[in-house]
C-alpha cells in the first residue's frame, strides 16, 4: 500500500532542500576560499629577483685566464714523439695520418725543446665596484696566471691588468681600460641576518650570466682561514668563484669563493667572503697594491670549558697564547705562553680567531692595550703592533743531560729541566717528562714535554711539583701549562686516583 502525502508537505520538504543545499555550496565556497587565502599570502610573500638581475646582471663578468705552459705533447713524457713506435717500423719518412707533422729534430737527430705555448687555465667570475673599470674576484681566480680577459654581458672582451691580489683573504682587484661601466653598491653586512633570501650571479662551468638564489644559512662561519665566512645554500659551483653575493636590494653583500663539497660539484653549502672586509683589503691594494696588517708575534689556541674551569677563567673565552716569538711586540710587552687574551684594543676576543683579525687590521705602530688572564688574575699590558711577516721556527727542546733528582705524578716521570735548555727557550723552572701513563697521557701529554705550571703555581722542581699536585682538590681536574717544542698549552688533567 502506497502512502499518500499533502502537498504543502512536499512543498516544505522542497523548500528544505535547497536550504541545505544552498548551506552546503556556502560551506564550500567559504572552506574553498579559507584554504585558498594562506596559499596566496604565501606566493606574493616570495620574493621577485627579477628587477635585482635587470639592474645588476651588467656589472657582473665572465673571467677567464690562460697560463704558459710546455709545448711538449700530452699523454707522453717531455718531448716524447708517439709516433716513434711507427718509425721503427716503416721508417724515418714515415708521416703521421691527417698530415700532422713530427716533431722538429734539433743538431745529430735530437728533437728540439718544445716551445711554450699559452693554453686557458680557468674561468671565474667578478663584479665592477666603479665605473672607472675597477673590479673584484677572488685571488685563487686570477693566481699564476699569464693573460686574465674579462667578457661584460653585452660580449666585449677586455684584457684585465692585477692591481693587487690577496692570498690570506683570496681577495683580487684588477682593472680594464674602460669607462661608463655598470657597478654594484656596496651592502651592510652587520646587518645581514640567517634565513634572509641573497642571491648569486656568476658563470658556473663557463656559464655566463647564471643567476642563482637561496638564504644566508650562517654567518661568521669559522673554516680556519683568514676571514669569518657567509654560509649560505645558494648554488654555487666551479666558475662562480669571485662573483656576488647580492641582497634583496641589489647591493653586494659578499663574494662567492668556496663550497663544501664530496663531489666537486654544489651539495648546500657555499661560503662567501664578506664585502665589508673585501672592500677593506680592495682599498690598500688599490693605494699601495699589497696589503699591511699587524702582528704581536703570538702562537695561539682555542680555550676549552675543561681549561677554563682549571686556570679559573670564569668563561671559556679568548686566545690561549701557546708560544711568544722572541724580541716581537707581545714578548717586549710582557706577554707569556699559557696567558688568555680576553681583549684587545679593549674590543673583547670571544673566540680565539678573533684575535688575528683585529690584530691583522691594526694599523702598525700602534700602541695597543691587551688584557691577559694569568694565573686566576687579569692583568694589563701595552703591545706595540708591528707589521707582519714570516713567523720564524724554533727548535724542540733537547732532552735532559742528567737526571738528578725524579718524580712519578700523574701517572708520568719527570725530571728538572737542564740549564742549557731553559736558556734556550727563554723559561724558568719547569719540569721534563721521561715517561708517560694515565691520566697524563690521556690528556696527551708526551715524553719530552715539558710542565711549567700547575693552575696558578708555576713549577720548578719534581719535588714541588708533586707536592702541588698532591694539595689539590682530586675532584677537579688541574690545568697544566705543558711546553711541546715551540708551543705552550694548557692541558686539563683528571687527578681523581
Not at 584554504?35 to 610573500?45: E, G, I, K, L
Not at 734556550?424 to 715539558?450: F, H, M, N, W, Y
Not at 703555581?457 to 682538590?473: C, E, R
Amino acid at each position: 500500500m502506497k502512502t499518500q502525502y499533502p502537498s504543502s508537505l512536499y512543498q516544505s520538504a522542497g523548500r528544505m532542500r535547497q536550504v541545505a543545499l544552498t548551506f552546503m555550496l556556502a560551506v564550500v565556497v567559504a572552506f574553498g576560499a579559507g584554504v585558498q587565502m594562506p596559499v596566496q599570502a604565501r606566493t606574493s610573500s616570495l620574493p621577485d629577483f627579477t628587477t635585482i638581475v635587470e639592474k645588476s646582471e651588467a656589472a657582473v663578468v665572465n673571467i677567464r685566464t690562460t697560463a704558459k705552459v710546455s709545448g711538449a705533447r700530452q699523454g707522453g713524457g717531455q718531448g716524447q714523439d708517439p709516433y716513434e713506435l711507427f718509425r721503427h717500423f716503416f721508417g724515418p719518412d714515415f708521416q703521421p695520418p691527417g698530415g700532422a707533422k713530427p716533431p722538429q729534430q734539433g743538431p745529430r737527430g735530437r728533437r728540439a725543446e718544445p716551445e711554450e705555448r699559452s693554453v686557458p687555465r680557468g674561468v671565474g667570475s667578478g663584479f665592477f665596484i666603479s665605473a672607472d673599470g675597477y673590479l673584484l674576484t677572488n685571488h685563487h681566480v686570477v693566481a699564476d696566471a699569464t693573460d686574465i680577459f674579462v667578457t661584460l654581458t653585452d660580449g666585449r672582451e677586455f684584457k684585465a691588468k692585477v692591481i693587487g691580489s690577496d692570498q690570506r683573504t683570496d681577495v683580487a682587484l684588477l682593472k680594464i681600460e674602460a669607462k661608463g661601466m655598470v657597478s654594484l653598491p656596496i651592502g651592510n653586512t652587520k646587518s645581514l641576518k640567517k634565513g634572509q633570501w641573497v642571491m648569486a650571479i656568476g658563470s658556473p662551468f663557463g656559464l655566463e650570466s647564471t643567476v642563482t638564489s637561496g638564504i644566508i644559512s650562517a654567518l661568521g662561519r669559522e673554516t680556519g682561514d683568514y676571514l669569518p665566512f657567509i654560509q649560505t645554500d645558494v648554488a654555487v659551483n666551479p666558475g662562480n668563484s669571485g662573483g656576488p653575493l647580492l641582497n634583496l636590494e641589489g647591493e653586494v653583500v659578499g663574494i662567492n669563493a668556496q663550497i663544501i663539497s664530496r663531489s666537486g660539484g654544489f651539495m648546500g653549502i657555499s661560503l662567501a667572503i664578506p664585502i665589508d672586509e673585501a672592500m677593506r683589503v680592495a682599498d690598500q691594494l688599490r693605494a699601495s697594491g699589497k696589503v699591511t696588517r699587524g702582528r704581536i708575534g703570538v702562537q695561539i689556541g682555542e680555550v676549552s670549558k675543561e681549561v677554563a674551569q682549571a686556570i679559573g677563567l670564569p668563561k671559556a673565552e679568548g686566545a690561549l697564547v701557546s708560544g711568544v716569538e722572541p724580541d716581537a711586540p707581545a714578548d717586549k710587552a710582557g706577554v707569556q705562553p699559557g696567558d688568555v687574551i680576553l681583549k684587545f684594543d679593549g674590543k673583547p676576543i670571544t673566540r680565539w680567531s678573533d684575535l688575528p683579525r683585529l690584530v691583522g687590521s691594526t694599523k702598525p705602530g700602534t700602541s695597543a692595550p691587551l688584557e691577559v688572564w694569568r694565573k686566576g688574575k687579569l692583568v694589563n699590558l701595552k703591545v706595540s703592533v708591528a707589521e707582519i711577516k714570516a713567523e720564524k721556527t724554533a727548535e724542540a727542546p733537547a732532552a735532559p743531560k742528567a737526571v738528578e733528582t725524579q718524580k712519578v705524578v700523574l701517572g708520568m716521570t719527570v725530571v728538572p729541566v737542564a740549564a742549557d735548555v731553559q736558556k734556550k727557550l727563554r723559561i724558568k723552572g719547569g719540569v721534563q717528562v721521561t715517561t708517560v701513563g694515565a691520566p697524563a697521557s690521556t690528556a696527551g701529554i708526551v715524553e719530552g714535554d715539558i710542565i711549567l705550571a700547575a693552575n696558578d703555581s708555576d713549577i720548578t722542581s719534581p719535588d714541588q711539583f708533586a707536592k702541588v699536585i698532591d694539595g689539590l682538590d682530586a675532584s677537579r681536574p688541574v690545568g697544566l701549562m705543558v711546553r711541546s717544542g715551540d708551543q705552550t698549552r694548557w692541558v686539563a688533567v683528571s687527578t681523581a686516583k
